[in-house]
């Protein structure tokens, strides 16, 4: 049986790895108190059971960390604002892409000296029927799309172009040095049609849209500013696409 104290760590736990698609020092840090077990005894008081499997993660990579050099590590976790992956996709998270656009940004405008500027150009991905799975399927299906979307997304952009999870349901793409503009519409095509095959649930087979939005850097860009473009150009296209 639980301990009172131990239960309401593993429940703070929960509580904080659910608003959150990394997991900050402090989860982190409770999580090595305590089992897997525990943190799965203390989402089932909840009511809403989290995937088993994202917590054993959570468990897994809080072992991890105290494993290599226990004092160091966490001081070096407590220090960052975030995690660079995201435990259920595995894929790099907003902070990790961010600096990764900027070093990206950065190189372009080095390089741009007589003659002609390489392209660096985000995509911007949000899936389109996504809370209404979640909702009908429950979360175990959400995160099993999420993965999937992750390694669909993957294969269309493999390295050293980055696929990144911003949040929830969207995903950013970091292509750096792209050829032209032509090989960007035509990476935002392909992602977009990587979605008309439909996702394999244990509850049957649902089919899941995406909107993608495109932004091409110029000298002038920094790394919000481009970031910001491609979202805003994916809720046009979302937007234009529902007639609203």
């Not at 110029?218 to 979302?238: C, I, N, P, V, W």
Request: aromatic share 4%; proline share 3%; with cysteine.
């Amino acid at each position: 049986m639980l301990g009172q104290a131990a239960i309401a760590a593993a429940l703070f736990t929960v509580v904080l790895a659910r608003r959150r698609s990394t997991y900050t020092p402090t989860v982190l840090l409770v999580a090595t108190t305590m089992g897997a077990g525990a943190l799965e005894a203390a989402a089932r008081l909840t009511g809403r059971p989290f995937a088993t499997r994202r917590l054993h993660a959570i468990h897994a990579l809080a072992m991890g960390a105290t494993a290599v050099g226990c004092a160091l590590t966490l001081q070096r976790m407590i220090a960052a604002p975030s995690i660079a992956a995201d435990v259920l996709t595995q894929l790099p998270n907003r902070l990790f892409f961010r600096e990764a656009l900027a070093r990206a940004l950065r190189r372009a405008n080095e390089a741009h000296v007589g003659r002609e500027r390489t392209l660096v150009a985000v995509l911007y991905v949000d899936l389109d029927g996504f809370k209404e799975v979640n909702d009908r399927f429950g979360h175990d299906a959400g995160d099993r799309i999420l993965v999937e979307t992750a390694n669909r997304l993957r294969a269309i952009v493999p390295a050293p172009h980055v696929v990144s999870r911003l949040h929830g349901d969207e995903f950013a793409i970091l292509l750096d040095r792209a050829a032209s503009i032509r090989d960007v519409e035509s990476a935002a095509r392909r992602i977009a049609g990587a979605f008309a095959r439909p996702f394999a649930l244990d509850e049957g087979h649902v089919t899941i849209g995406a909107s993608v939005g495109t932004s091409i850097a110029d000298e002038t860009s920094d790394a919000e500013s481009l970031l910001a473009g491609a979202d805003e150009a994916m809720y046009r296209r979302k937007r234009n696409r529902s007639g609203l």
